[in-house]
């Protein structure tokens, strides 16, 4: 992170490294993610009306995925030719991009807790009510498009030494840099992986006793969710750690990186919506 695919130091600074390697994997997640994302939602269309909060909160992974990955067009092309939108354009499709990651992160979170409580405590996840439901959700939007509003501060155009202009995070000291790196470090990485493996370990200990094949189902999906999540966002954050401790950085690295985390938008319909039954 620093977001790192929208990097600190710059949104893709021009290098073969980062031609080759991220803008086919930014293109790959866009063409498989955005169809996949759409479907989706056309999908969990038809089950909004049974009451069940999992639809209402996989359609809420669905648009924020979404979000994330219909912008992926510009990165690319400001990844090889440069920033030409302006600054204001800058700012804005840097705070979407947060916004939606912050969601998407938070989304898969909530889907954690919210299975732990209803299969463990039904009756207090019962008394939350369509409201309480709604209050979830609401939640996640406002709190991750203050998240996100950082983008909107430190986002800046500026030529860089290949002589292109660049949409990157411009901090004017060390102690900026590092307070964002923080709070991206834990509010995507370390608060989301324990949950999950929390909330999730606790469910598979309750699952085990049950030789249910949709219990087994959901055994496996929690496997891949755990997985996937530490795949791709384990580089992002090992990079952000060591931009917290060290002055050097790379523009490869963090845009690499960035890169991969990008995977999980695309990888998430296939994981959540369509074992929408089995949740």
Known sequence: MEYQNISNSSLFAR???????????????????????????????HHLKEGSFTPKLMLSLAVSDLLSLISLPVWIYALLRGWVFGQGL?????????????????????LSVQRYLQVLYPQRWAKLGQKGQKGLIFGIWTSSGALASHALYFRNVKQK??????????????????????????????????????????????????????????????????????IFSTPCMINNLVLMALSWESDVSNNVTGALFFINSCVNPFLYAFSARTL
């Open 15 to 45: 290098t073969s490294v980062e031609e080759l390697v991220s803008s086919p994997v930014l293109g790959l997640c866009c063409a498989l993610g955005v169809p996949g994302n759409i479907a989706v939602l056309v999908m969990l269309t």
């Open 90 to 110: 800058c700012k804005l499709f840097s705070y979407v991009v947060y916004w939606s990651l912050y969601s998407s992160v938070l989304s898969v979170t909530l």
């Open 161 to 230: 030494k290949d002589m292109l202009l660049h949409c990157y995070q411009d901090y004017t000291n060390k102690q900026e840099q590092v307070a964002v790196l923080l709070v991206e470090t834990l509010v995507m990485f370390v608060v989301p992986l324990f949950s999950l493996l929390f909330f999730y370990l606790r469910l598979h200990q309750r699952i085990s006793q049950s030789s249910s094949f949709k219990s087994h189902r959901l055994t496996k999906l929690a496997v891949r969710i755990v997985v996937v999540f530490f």
